[in-house]
T-cell receptor, first 116, second 111 residues
Framework: DVKVTQSSRYLVKRTGEKVFLECVQD?????MFWYRQDPGLGLRLIYF???????EKGDIPEGYSVSREKKERFSLILESASTNQTSMYLC???????????????FGNGTRLTVT | QKEVEQNSGPLSVPEGAIASLNCTYS??????FFWYRQYSGKSPELIMS????GDKEDGRFTAQLNKASQYVSLLIRDSQPSDSATYLC???????????FGGGTRVLVKP
């Protein structure tokens, strides 16, 4: 089974802090994704990566950056956390065949981030 | 128009009945469609993939795809209280480089 591991289940940070969310997958997947999920707004794509050191903006990249130095690890960075970034953050991965839009995603357990 | 649309529900079904969920998508060129189940407070879990017109069955779940009408549906037969969850439909967005999720349909199965 694919395992996608997010480093923290719950996180509380203060406004203005730099926040790192880490995600590791163990199935040698090419594609990795960061989503946030908010009530009434559904799943929204922040950034994705289809190869090491490659990144693509999703639908809501503002206020975020990402890093993919190794194939198995994809990090989401909140440069200066704000209260409107309080959310559930979900990391996902998918195999490369067919491209990022044609392969099923496998999600991690999520990180519930609260910014106070 | 949203790229992937679902009725938010809740869809209330009695135990043992069939739950029928629908999803419409806007990109005619979409080739791959996925259904996810998400329990409250948990992450989405893949339950079905479908790539060709017609029906695909897996246990109590059947996915149906109609590319001409641009909809994909999910049937849950013999619904159980444990099927109570939000079901998310996913399809390629018009940009073609990522999956887009619908808002989800909440299903409540009543004993």
């Amino acid at each position: 089974d694919v395992k996608v591991t997010q480093s923290s289940r719950y996180l509380v940070k203060r406004t203005g802090e730099k926040v790192f969310l880490e995600c590791v997958q163990d199935m040698d997947h090419e594609n990795m994704f960061w989503y946030r999920q908010d009530p009434g707004l559904g799943l929204r794509l922040i950034y994705f990566s289809y190869d090491v050191k490659m990144k693509e903006k999703g639908d809501i990249p503002e206020g975020y950056s990402v890093s993919r130095e190794k194939k198995e690890r994809f990090s989401l960075i909140l440069e200066s956390a704000s209260t409107n970034q309080t959310s559930m953050y979900l990391c996902a991965s998918s195999p490369g065949g067919g491209g990022p839009s044609n392969s099923p995603l496998h999600f991690g357990n999520g990180t519930r981030l609260t910014v106070t | 128009q949203k790229e992937v649309e679902q009725n938010s529900g809740p869809l209330s079904v009695p135990e043992g009945a069939i739950a029928s969920l629908n999803c419409t998508y806007s990109d005619r060129g979409s080739q791959s469609f996925f259904w996810y189940r998400q329990y409250s407070g948990k992450s989405p879990e893949l339950i079905m993939s479908i790539y060709s017109n017609g029906d695909k069955e897996d246990g109590r779940f059947t996915a149906q795809l109609n590319k001409a009408s641009q909809y994909v549906s999910l049937l849950i037969r013999d619904s159980q209280p444990s099927d109570s969850a939000t079901y998310l439909c996913a399809a390629p967005g018009t940009a073609g480089n990522k999956l887009t999720f619908g808002g989800g349909t909440r299903v409540l199965v009543k004993p």
